[in-house]
C-alpha cells in the first residue's frame, strides 16, 4: 500500500504538470534521478520520489498507516548548442533564469495544491487501495545551485581534445508533507 501510494502521487503530479504548464508527454517523466533520457529535446522535468517516513498516527496499531511522502522536480536544459566561450557569461545566466522560471511554475501548481493530491486518490481508489492522501505537498526546498552535467550521464562522447564536454543544467525542488492514511488489509 505504502508503495502504491508513491506512484500514486509521482504520477499525479506529472500530471498536474502536464495539464497545468502544458508539458507535452516526452518532456516529462518519473525518473530514477535528475537525468534525462538520451533522445530529450531542451528541456526536460524529472520528477523523483524524495522519501517518505512514518507520520505522528504510525503508532495507531496494525491497521493504519500513516506516511509523509516527498516528490523532487527536477528541470534539466541542454546547453550543448552554446558555444563554449559562452558558457560562463551569459549562457549561463541565460539558462539560470529560465530553469529558476520553469521551478516557479512547478511550484506554483504544486504547492499546497489539493489538486494533485485528489489525482492521486482517484488513481488510489482505482487501484482498490483503502487510504487517501489527506494534505498536500509543501516546498521544502531548492538546489542551492544549479549544477552542470557532464557528458557521459547522457551517452554523448567526449571532445576530440579528450576533454568532458557540458551537456546539461539541472536544478530541482523537493516538496513534502504530502500525508497519506490507509488501512491495512
Do not use: W
Request: glycine share 10%; net charge neutral.
Amino acid at each position: 500500500m505504502i508503495l502504491d501510494a508513491e506512484i500514486a502521487i509521482l504520477a499525479a503530479v506529472r500530471t498536474r504538470l502536464m495539464e497545468t504548464i502544458g508539458i507535452v508527454a516526452d518532456e516529462i517523466d518519473i525518473e530514477l534521478d535528475d537525468v534525462a533520457p538520451g533522445m530529450a529535446g531542451q528541456t526536460y522535468y524529472a520528477i523523483s520520489a524524495n522519501g517518505c517516513e512514518p507520520g505522528k498516527h504510525s503508532t495507531l496499531g496494525d491497521q493504519t498507516t500513516h506516511n509523509l511522502f516527498g516528490v523532487r522536480v527536477a528541470v534539466i536544459e541542454r546547453i550543448t548548442d552554446v558555444a563554449r566561450d559562452r558558457r560562463r557569461t551569459t549562457a549561463f545566466i541565460d539558462r539560470l533564469r529560465s530553469i529558476n522560471g520553469k521551478l516557479s511554475q512547478v511550484s506554483r501548481f504544486l504547492r499546497y495544491s489539493y489538486e494533485t493530491i485528489n489525482l492521486a486518490n482517484i488513481d488510489l481508489a482505482s487501484g482498490n487501495i483503502d487510504g487517501k492522501f489527506i494534505k498536500p505537498l509543501v516546498p521544502k526546498s531548492c538546489d542551492q545551485k544549479p549544477r552542470l552535467v557532464q557528458s557521459e550521464m547522457y551517452g554523448a562522447k567526449s571532445t576530440s581534445t579528450g576533454g568532458d564536454l557540458v551537456v546539461a543544467m539541472v536544478r530541482g525542488i523537493n516538496f513534502g508533507g504530502a500525508e497519506f492514511i490507509g488501512r491495512v488489509a
